[in-house]
C-alpha cells in the first residue's frame, strides 16, 4: 500500500466498514482486514479489494458476475493515449454539465462515485482539492484510473473495488454520491438505488444517471442492424467512427452501448418514484423536466428546478425519441437528502 493512500485511510478509516460484516476495518500492511469476521481485502496494483459478491436467494437473477467480465475485458471509459490532467480538464469542461458540476462541488466536499468505471469523473473531480472516492467491480478498470491517479499526482483521488449492493463505507458519510451509467446495469437498479442513498449524509446529494426508456429506441434499433449485419454500419453512430479519439476508446464505446449484457431503461417519473420512498427531493434533471427549457451555462444544479408535471415530462419524454440519441439516450437526476 502506498504511503499517501495509508494516511488517507489513517484520516478517514471511520467512513469505511467492512462489506462483508459492517465491522470497523483495520490498516495491515497489505491492506485492510476486518476486526469482527477476520475478512481480509488485499491490495493490487494500488487498489484495495473491498469487492463482496452478493448473498441473494438461489434463483434470484443476478448479473454481477456477467458485468463484471464484461468490464474486465472492456473498460470504460477508456483513456486516450495522450491523456493527462490538463487533456482530462479540458474535455471535461467541454462538456457543460461536467464543467457546473466541477464549478458547483465545494472545495472540500467529500465524493463518492459509485461505479466509477476507469475513473475519469473521479480523476476529475479530485483536481479541486475535493476529497474524492471511485468505486467500481471491475479492478482492470480501476488500475486505469488508479495509474491515471499515480501518473498525474492527483492526491485526493482513491480507487477501492466495491460491489455497490454491498457497500464498504457507513450511512451518512458523504455529501455527494454519484452514480452514472450505472444503475441500469444492474438486477435491481431500485435495490442499487436505496444502497447507495444510505450513504449520503443528511442534506447531502445524489446524483443518478440512466439510460431513458424512449431515448434508447434509436440505440436499441443501431444495435439490432449491428448484430444483423455482423457490425457493419458503424458510421451510424458517431462515437465509433470520431477520428478524435483512439482506437481503444472508440472500442470500448461501441461494446459498452451495443454488446453490452444487460441494461434496464428507466424515466423520470419512475426515479421520483425511488426518492419518494428514501427520503430524497427532487433538484433537478438533465434534459429537464419541462418541454424545450435548455441547461445554462449558469444554471444551478444543486439549487432546486421546477419540476414539470406528469403531462410536461410526457412531451419530454416524446423528445427524448428524436433528441435522446446523442448521448446515448440518457438523462440525469440530481435529488437531496431530507435533514436528520
Known amino acids: 500500500m502506498h504511503d499517501g493512500e495509508r494516511a488517507f485511510l489513517a484520516r478517514h478509516l471511520d467512513v469505511f466498514c467492512c462489506p462483508a460484516c459492517h465491522g470497523h476495518l483495520d490498516i495491515e500492511e497489505d491492506g485492510l482486514r476486518c476486526r469482527a469476521c477476520q475478512c481480509a481485502h488485499p491490495v493490487t496494483d494500488g487498489v484495495i479489494q473491498l469487492f463482496c459478491p452478493n448473498q441473494w436467494a438461489p434463483g434470484r437473477d443476478d448479473v454481477t458476475e456477467r458485468i463484471k467480465a464484461f468490464y474486465e475485458e472492456y473498460p470504460f471509459p477508456n483513456y486516450d493515449d ?41 480523476n476529475f473531480l479530485s483536481v479541486a482539492n475535493r476529497t474524492v472516492i471511485g468505486t467500481d467491480i471491475c479492478l482492470n478498470s480501476l488500475r486505469l484510473g488508479q495509474r491515471f491517479k499515480e501518473k498525474n499526482d492527483l492526491q485526493t483521488a482513491h480507487f477501492y473495488q466495491m460491489n455497490l449492493f454491498r457497500p464498504c463505507f457507513r450511512p451518512g458519510s458523504f455529501d455527494l454520491v454519484v452514480s452514472n451509467g450505472v444503475l441500469h446495469h444492474t438486477s435491481d437498479p431500485f435495490l442499487a438505488f436505496q444502497a447507495i442513498a444510505r450513504l449520503v449524509r443528511p442534506r447531502g446529494y445524489i446524483l443518478v444517471g440512466l439510460y431513458h426508456k424512449y431515448g434508447r429506441l434509436a440505440t436499441d434499433l443501431r444495435r439490432l442492424i449491428f448484430n444483423a449485419s455482423g457490425d457493419k454500419g458503424k458510421f451510424l453512430d458517431r462515437h465509433v467512427v470520431n477520428p478524435g479519439l483512439s482506437l481503444a476508446k472508440r472500442t470500448a464505446w461501441f461494446m459498452d452501448q451495443y454488446k453490452n449484457p444487460h441494461e434496464s431503461k428507466h424515466t423520470v417519473g419512475e426515479v421520483l418514484g425511488w426518492l419518494a420512498h428514501t427520503g430524497f427531493t427532487f433538484v433537478h434533471a438533465l434534459p429537464k423536466t419541462t418541454p424545450f427549457a435548455r441547461l445554462g451555462e449558469h444554471e444551478q444544479i444543486f439549487e432546486p428546478d421546477r419540476l414539470g408535471s406528469p403531462f410536461e415530462r410526457g412531451l419530454v419524454n416524446l423528445g427524448m425519441i428524436v433528441t435522446g440519441h446523442l448521448e446515448g439516450g440518457f438523462f440525469t437526476v440530481i435529488a437531496r437528502k431530507a435533514a436528520a
Open 82 to 122: 495522450f491523456d493527462n490532467v490538463g487533456s482530462l480538464i479540458d474535455k471535461a469542461r467541454r462538456g457543460l454539465f461536467a464543467k457546473l458540476l466541477d464549478d458547483q462541488i465545494p472545495f472540500g466536499a467529500r465524493v463518492l462515485e459509485c461505479g466509477c468505471g476507469t475513473g475519469q469523473l473521479t
